[in-house]
């Protein structure tokens, strides 16, 4: 079993819509967990982090944890074509050490 | 602040060669790790350094070694090049602390021909 899931896509979704983005891990004793954005030909971007169980928000993204089922999700409300990218969801178990998911492919159509 | 800076951007290398790739953390960031980006594999963790000492190593063959200087900065090498070495080598420094999120730097492009 992979340490970080997910869906690798691609996910495509109407301009204006909500992107639901979901990642799974393995390790219950993971503290932090990230989600990157990465632009083709570029590298990740730091976009949310969140740490506790429950929802945080920041502009139009939503970063969603549930450490019981072992879940993080992010939101993307008001989609752009901008948001087109590959998201990366990242877990901290502690160590210093992230570790990344295969990235779900986002596609925002006009 | 200045961003994570990687050198050089780009690298054509032949086989059975070495390499060295640079990377400058971000003022203040003692924690730098780096990453290979394939297609295939994704982002996969190759080691961490923290105050000149690697702490954490990903599962990747001894020809791929690293090393921290006093001033955070790290290199990393990879001799015997192999075709399969052929990625995007992504540095990222960090506050210490599980809580801190990573700073990429734009990466070096390696192909081995």
């Known amino acids: 079993q992979k340490e970080v899931e997910q869906n690798s896509g691609p996910l495509s979704v109407p301009e204006g819509a909500i992107a639901s983005l979901n990642c799974t891990y393995s390790d219950r004793g993971s503290q932090s967990f990230f989600w990157y954005r990465q632009y083709s030909g570029k590298s990740p971007e730091l976009i949310m982090s969140?740490?506790?169980?429950g929802d945080k928000e920041d502009g139009r993204f939503t970063a969603q944890l549930n450490k019981a089922s072992q879940y993080v999700s992010l939101l993307i409300r008001d989609s752009q074509p901008s948001d087109s990218a590959t998201y990366l969801c990242?877990?901290?178990?502690?160590?210093?050490?992230?570790?990344f998911g295969q990235g779900t492919r986002l596609t925002i159509n006009p | 602040k200045a961003g994570v800076t990687q050198t050089p951007r780009y690298l054509i290398k032949t086989r059975g060669q070495q390499v060295t790739l640079s990377c400058s953390p971000i003022s203040g960031h003692r924690s730098v790790s780096w990453y290979q980006q394939t297609p295939g594999q994704g982002l996969q963790f190759l080691f961490e350094?923290?105050?000149?000492?690697?702490?954490n190593k990903g599962n990747f063959p001894g020809r791929f070694s690293g090393r921290q200087f006093s001033n955070s900065r790290s290199e990393m090498n990879v001799s015997t090049l192999e075709l399969g070495d052929s990625a995007l080598y992504l540095c990222a420094s960090s506050e210490e602390g599980p809580y801190y999120g990573y700073t990429f730097g734009s990466g070096t492009r390696l192909t081995v021909v």
């Open positions: 990242a877990v901290n178990g502690g160590a210093q050490k992230l570790v």
């Open positions: 969140i740490y506790s169980n």
């Open positions: 350094y923290f105050s000149e000492t690697q702490r």
